[in-house]
T-cell receptor, first 112, second 113 residues
Framework: DSGVTQTPKHLITATGQRVTLRCSPR?????VYWYQQSLDQGLQFLIQ???????AKGNILERFSAQQFPDLHSELNLSSLELGDSALYFC???????????FGPGTRLTVT | AQSVAQPEDQVNVAEGNPLTVKCTYS??????LFWYVQYPNRGLQFLLK??????LVKGSYGFEAEFNKSQTSFHLKKPSALVSDSALYFC???????????FGAGTTVTVRA
């Protein structure tokens, strides 16, 4: 158990809908990262937050957005969902002085 | 831009034999290198990292990796593989001044009894 929690574990929704994925980092970790894992794209970095502020952006679509709250938990919002958004979404966290990231169990999103 | 290549989609070894999973990387600055393992329907687990110092780094579950700057490689090794090592292994890299991790496509390791 990495100490990173993600909810929900599974999510099934229809095209055009909007969903919110939630992540709680390890105790004390200030950085949160979001990744998307799909069969065709592999593991792709989406976005990073550090202590509430966006620090780095990767291959994140404009339909996707994220935020980190004062209690350090983070939410990833996915809107106008398409079939191709079906994937595993991972959250990871790291301490300020640590280099490695610790991953949560992921949320499996299925868009029908 | 940074990138990682894992040239083998699959590696098959017999239990008790040495295991090697290959990784090469490309970064503009000094690399920070990582290995992660993913079991079915689970998140990624951190195995080991190279930041600086000794080129041979030791990690969890008896795994080690060797950093080779001239060959831009960071191969994962285990002297004696176990059936329970069967999983998907990812190599990842980040530049020293960038927090974004770039992952390889992954290598599926199967250890047969």
């Amino acid at each position: 158990d990495s100490g990173v929690t993600q909810t929900p574990k599974h999510l099934i929704t229809a095209t055009g809908q909007r969903v919110t994925l939630r992540c709680s980092p390890r105790s004390g970790d200030l950085s949160v990262y979001w990744y998307q894992q799909s069969l065709d794209q592999g593991l792709q970095f989406l976005i990073q937050y550090y202590n509430g502020e966006e620090r780095a952006k990767g291959n994140i679509l404009e339909r996707f957005s994220a935020q980190q709250f004062p209690d350090l938990h983070s939410e990833l919002n996915l809107s106008s969902l398409e079939l191709g958004d079906s994937a595993l979404y991972f959250c990871a966290s790291s301490a300020g002085t640590s280099y490695e990231q610790y991953f949560g169990p992921g949320t499996r999103l299925t868009v029908t | 831009a940074q990138s990682v290549a894992q040239p083998e989609d699959q590696v098959n070894v017999a239990e008790g034999n040495p295991l090697t999973v290959k990784c090469t990387y490309s970064v503009s600055g000094n690399p920070y290198l990582f290995w992660y393992v993913q079991y079915p329907n689970r998140g990624l687990q951190f195995l080991l990292k190279y930041i600086t110092g000794d080129n041979l780094v030791k990690g969890s579950y008896g795994f080690e990796a060797e950093f080779n700057k001239s060959q831009t490689s960071f191969h994962l090794k285990k002297p004696s593989a176990l059936v329970s090592d069967s999983a998907l292994y990812f190599c990842a890299v980040r530049d020293y001044n960038d927090y974004k991790l770039s992952f390889g496509a992954g290598t599926t390791v199967t250890v047969r009894a």
